[in-house]
């Protein structure tokens, strides 16, 4: 069992930036591939990034590519996804997953089997 708890969510204006942190307990950390997901209101669940558990591959979004970064410290058991340039479109409820097939790739596919409780974003125009 792996237990997820996000934070670092709040009220940013367009173009403002935040760091989301997801803190990780339960099974070994550094074995799974994490990633984040978001709900906008109204709107279907839908990827945003994820990253191996070595760090060494990471897979992104078209929406969000280029502006928004997916890291991890896997001594902290911590993910961090650095969200810059933000626009009122990334409005949503911010979800933390954990996966044990370690692919970036296949968390946009498949949904994870662990999930954090989320952490509310919203940008102002």
């Known amino acids: 069992q792996v237990q997820l708890v996000e934070s670092g969510g709040g009220l940013v204006q367009a173009g403002g930036s935040l760091r989301l942190s997801c803190a990780a307990s339960?099974?070994?950390?550094?074995?799974?591939?994490m990633g984040w997901f978001r709900r906008a209101p109204g709107k279907e669940r839908e990827f945003v990034a994820a990253i191996n558990w070595s760090a060494s591959s990471t897979y992104y979004a078209v929406s969000v590519k280029g502006r928004f970064t997916i890291s991890r410290d896997n001594a902290k058991n911590t993910v961090y996804l650095q969200m810059n340039s933000l626009k009122p479109e990334d409005t949503a409820l911010y979800y933390c997953?954990?996966?044990?097939?370690?692919?970036?790739?296949?968390?946009?596919?498949?949904?994870?089997?662990?999930w954090g409780q989320g952490t509310q974003v919203t940008v102002s125009s």
């Open positions: 339960g099974r070994t950390f550094s074995s799974y591939a």
């Open positions: 997953a954990a996966d044990s097939r370690d692919v970036p790739q296949a968390m946009a596919v498949t949904l994870p089997g662990y």
